[in-house]
């Protein structure tokens, strides 16, 4: 264990504010629309509905995972919430706090909330040496120089690198593996308390893929961290995630604890989701893909359910009415009409008389 | 696409028009009276009044501008105030000249520039990359005025073979595709073509350096294409690139003819640039400049239209 | 019969002017018609660089190449450029990673198929514009027709790599390469492509030679899977048994750093260190430095492929030699 009683006078996690039953994040109808422009006049012919309409909580100390395929809007969400994007519509809330707008300011929330990209290493300056890239924010939020330098090396160590060794070098001479760890210990110099994590072992050989997940799972419990964890592989979201959000066509699809989805998806295409893994058992091959196609283009969605258009039970009713969240189960939403009592599909549970 | 065309060509307007003022306040803005140059300095304030008003140099600014505009776009350029010739008689041979040099020098420029970079992009790293490259650093670095008098001095002074000076037999109003003319475009030509020969060479060197390493042609050499299936490949991908680079050289080599015009006393628009400038010859100056600009302006909308056509993934819907 | 694939001690160098590097190390392996080999391998393991090799395709200045390949009948290490030419796309042809980037943006889809037919084969645009047809069709792109006039940038990912199996296929090969052909796509465009392309396979009669660091797809594809680790096949043997019961401590490593429904809760295995640099051959075991059970043995010699049961084989001095069965 390493202990950081040095410059944890200077630096500390915010204390909690709503106690433990607020959510630490909440998000509520977030939408980002990018307008698209051709013709004679340059007159708006479409819209690209990257995110549109969702809400959800991240509980503290949890870890949501978040899957969806390309095109889903996950990345645009997990830009929306680091506020590197104006969303269109929709508030985030931290903790109980509005974002910006006389609520928190910018500069507050991101020290609580820090980001892991996919790409290890276009995030890390050229420039800086691994320790001046760990010890810069620290700088700019007002800590001395020396402290940050200590704290950087603190850091290096949590995430298992040897201070001595790696700090005084540069992202070019690291592996993919290193560098991802020295993204992970950049974001938590500033003792956030939300790490978004956007695909943070996509890129990684699976034995590294290993390591950084089992680093992840101890600093989370060594620094009282939550996660929002953002990835298009199934099987990772499964290992690390309390509760997953699936994704489709920049809408919520379903949200539930992980078992219950995993062991029963409520809503078709989390299912067709979880039947296209690969089996992983030679003598039980899948032996026809769940689904046809590919996911369609969030230019002009269809109507009613976006997933509608490859869906094998959608009916009519499925074109004319955008299926909301629906109670599955307990603590488990899905958006789809044969969730929902009464919503005129022939699978749909009955009103009670 | 049909959008886009009308887009593109609507825009130009407001290009030339903007063009067309800069032309016209350049004059203004620059020192010294044009009165200067064509009435005595101990001429009665009188008579310089009556010229200032024969030549509408009394009026205001924006009303000079919008009568020279009118006049322009009527095919009117205004008489030169050194000659009292219509700028236009005097402009249209001297385009035609410079197009004529303009035109071989890129021609020349472009084909070794193609070869050259073709060359030294396909097989780059080698010795045939590193000649190459000398040539286009060469090319882009000797000054060119420099480079004409070498060339007058070895093959006019010391070998007698080519011609110095002038556009031949008739001067500079009669021109024709013979020898006794091509001989006197040969040396201008030729020292122009060097600088458009270097950024040809350095820009498709680049292009098809880069296209030479993307995964396709991979693909091609993996379903057995030869090397010159390969090649048809990489043409039609650095064409747009090539011919982009290449319109703006035309476009330069239009403008910035005026030292090896002045050089070889190529009876040009570089050469009429030069005299208009030390005699003070606004229409005449104008008149050019206009001319030149507007030939800019044309070839950036040839060059993207091009562009457009060459290229699927610029979808301009 | 001669097999499909045969090659024995296949090394394959890069040399520049500053720096060698010893991707591959003596591989040896066979291919028999209509199967399917799966090379298993993390990033810098040589197995893309062995698939290049059986079409001759690393880049030629700076590759230097030793040992046998011979397929379907043909010498790749020794034969002309020109007669390699004819080989490639009609005896062996491959697919790639990214589709995006595998076909040339400029040209549509039909014709980049059409080029393919008829360098190999003397037929007519008609015919030659008919069989494109057909062959998306047996990709399963729907409208075909139209898709043969769009560019590469009009079509979807999953479209983009049925059109690219398409062109592998024009020329009815008999050995189809595959490098990491679904790894780019979405999960549920993946498994449509694997499901095509064993369909393919069986209804073609091809073998297929499959590169990836996904043991779910190995799971799903392979009759054989062959391990890599710095340039050599460290473990080989038949999908279900390499899966069930590794021999080598590294595929051992792999299987339990991967992760996959079972694991959740529990911590997950890894392998400590790194793949060794490459710019000098291992002269022992080249995994030693990372195995648990290492010993001075290992280091001595570069470890002789054992085969404790036949069909399967592992470069590791703990595995027994024509054992009657491990699982005992």
């Known amino acids: ?43 708006s012919t479409g819209v690209v509905q990257a995110v549109d309409d969702i809400s959800f909580d991240v509980r503290k100390g949890e870890t949501l995972g978040l899957v969806g395929e390309s095109g889903c809007g996950k990345s645009t969400t997990s830009r929306l919430i680091m506020a590197l994007l104006e969303p269109t519509s929709g508030e985030v809330i931290f903790d109980g706090q509005a974002v910006g707008y006389g609520g928190l300011t910018l500069k507050e929330y991101r020290r609580q909330v820090q980001m892991v990209f996919q790409d290890s290493y276009s995030s890390l300056n050229p420039r800086l040496t691994v320790r001046d890239s760990i010890a810069f ?30 700090g005084p070098r540069y992202p070019h001479e690291l592996s993919g593996g290193q560098r991802q760890r020295i993204n992970i210990a950049r974001a938590l110099a500033l003792q956030p308390r939300l790490l978004i994590l956007d695909e943070p072992v996509s ?151 | 696409m049909i959008f886009y065309l009308i887009r593109r060509v609507l825009y130009a307007i407001p290009i030339s028009l903007a063009v067309s003022l800069v032309c016209f306040m350049l004059v203004h803005i620059a020192p010294g009276d044009p009165i200067n140059a064509i009435v005595p300095p101990d001429a009665p304030q009188a008579v310089v009044e009556q010229i200032k008003h024969e030549y509408g140099l009394d009026k205001p600014l924006p009303v000079q501008f919008g009568l020279w505009l009118y006049q322009v776009s009527q095919g009117d350029l205004g008489r030169s105030l050194a000659t009292g010739r219509s700028v236009w008689s005097d402009l249209r041979p001297a385009t035609a000249n ?6 071989t020098a890129s021609l020349i420029g472009f084909v070794l520039g193609l070869i050259l970079g073709g060359l030294a992009g396909t097989f780059r790293g080698t010795w045939i990359d590193r ?19 070498v060339m007058v001095i070895l093959f006019s002074v010391t070998l007698g073979a080519l011609p110095a000076m ?137 060059v993207d239209l091009v562009q457009t056509a060459l290229d699927p993934r610029i979808k301009r819907s | 019969m001669e097999p499909l694939v ?67 009948g043909h010498d790749l290490v020794t034969t002309s450029e020109r007669s390699l030419a004819d080989i490639r796309g009609s005896v062996v042809s491959m697919i790639f990673q990214e589709p995006m980037t595998a076909l040339d943006p400029v040209f549509t889809i039909g014709m980049q198929i059409r080029e393919t037919i008829r360098r190999h084969e003397t037929i007519s645009r008609e015919d030659a514009e008919r069989r494109a047809l057909e062959l998306l069709e047996l990709v399963q792109i729907p409208s075909a027709k139209r898709r043969l006039a769009a560019y590469p940038h009009e079509l979807s990912g999953g479209l983009r790599q049925r059109a690219m199996i398409a062109i592998a296929l024009s020329c009815r090969p008999k050995l189809l390469l595959a490098d990491e052909p679904t790894t780019a796509l979405d999960a549920t465009v993946q498994i449509q492509i694997l499901l095509l392309l064993r369909k393919l396979q069986q209804d073609m009669g091809m073998g297929v030679i499959f590169v990836t660091h996904d043991l779910g797809v190995a799971a799903e594809i392979a009759d054989r899977v062959a391990v890599m680790y710095a340039g050599r096949f460290i473990e080989e043997g038949p999908v279900s048994a390499l899966m069930r019961d590794p021999l080598h401590p590294y595929a051992q490593g792999l299987l339990g750093a991967t992760v996959h429904g079972g694991v959740r809760g529990k911590r997950l295995t890894t392998i400590p260190g790194a793949p060794p640099n490459l710019a000098q051959v291992p002269t022992g075991c080249a995994f030693a430095p990372r195995c648990a059970y290492v010993e001075p043995a290992c280091l001595a010699a570069v470890p002789a492929a054992r085969s404790p049961i036949p069909g399967r084989a592992a470069r590791c001095i703990r595995v027994p030699d024509h054992a009657v069965s491990t699982a005992a």
């Not at chain 1, 094998?312 to 004319?320: K, N, P, Q, R, Y």
């Not at chain 3, 394959?12 to 090379?39: K, M, Q, W, Y």
């Open chain 2, 98 to 103: 410079t197009l004529r040099l303009a035109v």
């Open chain 1, 203 to 353: 890129a990684l050989d699976k034995s590294v893929e290993a390591q950084v997940l089992n680093l992840l799972l101890d600093l989370k419990d060594q620094f009282g961290l939550t996660y929002l964890f953002i990835s298009h592989d199934l099987n990772v979201v499964q290992y690390v995630s309390d509760r997953v959000l699936v994704m489709y066509l920049g809408r919520v699809a379903e949200i539930g604890p992980v078992d219950t989805i995993y062991n029963g998806a409520a809503h078709p295409y989390t299912a067709a989701l979880l039947d296209s893994r690969p089996s992983m058992d030679p003598d039980r091959r899948r032996l026809e893909p769940p689904l046809q196609g590919d996911p369609p283009n969030p230019v002009n969605p269809p109507s009613g359910c976006r997933f509608r258009t490859r869906c094998l039970h959608a009916e009519a009713v499925c074109a004319d009415k955008a299926p909301p969240l629906a109670p599955a189960g307990p603590e488990h939403l899905a958006a789809c009409l044969m969730v929902l009592p009464g919503s005129g599909h022939s699978q749909a549970p009955k009103l009670a008389a």
């Open chain 1, 1 to 43: 264990m390493i202990v950081l009683t040095q410059t944890t006078e200077i630096l500390r996690q915010l204390p909690d504010v709503g106690g433990p039953a607020q959510p630490l994040l909440t998000i509520r109808g977030l939408t980002k629309h990018f307008p698209l422009r051709s013709g004679l006049l340059g007159r």
């Open chain 2, 166 to 302: 002038g556009a031949g037999p008739g001067g500079a109003t009669d021109w024709a595709w013979d020898w006794a003319h091509i001989q006197y475009l040969i040396l201008p030509a030729v020292t122009l073509s060097v600088i458009p020969m270097g950024i040809i060479t350095r820009t498709v060197r680049g292009v098809v350096g880069e296209i030479m390493n993307q995964d396709f042609v991979n693909t091609l050499r993996g379903k057995g294409m030869l090397p010159r299936n390969i090649f048809l490949h990489v043409v039609k991908n650095a064409a747009p690139n090539a011919l982009s680079v290449m319109g703006l050289q035309l476009g330069y080599l239009m403008g910035g003819s005026i030292l090896v015009e002045t050089v070889f006393s190529w009876p040009g628009t570089g050469f009429l640039l030069n005299s208009a400038i030390f005699q003070r010859d606004i229409p005449l100056l104008q008149g050019t400049i206009l001319v030149l600009a507007l030939f800019f302006v044309a070839l950036n909308l040839i």
């Open chain 1, 137 to 166: 924010a620290p700088g700019v939020h007002g800590v001395a120089r020396r402290s940050a330098v200590t704290r950087a090396d603190e850091l290096l160590e949590a995430v298992g690198l040897d201070p001595a060794q790696f």
């Open chain 2, 131 to 149: 000649i190459a490259t000398t040539f286009a650093v060469a090319g882009v670095s000797i000054p060119h005025y420099w480079l004409g008098m």
């Open chain 3, 6 to 72: 045969h090659v024995r001690d296949l090394k394959v160098r890069f040399v520049s002017r500053d720096s060698t590097v010893h991707a591959v190390n003596g591989v040896d392996f066979d291919l028999a018609p209509r199967e399917t080999l799966c090379i298993l391998g993390e990033s810098g393991s040589g197995k893309s660089v062995t698939l290049r090799s059986l079409m001759r395709l690393n880049p030629p200045r700076l590759t230097k190449m030793t040992g046998t390949v011979r397929v379907g």
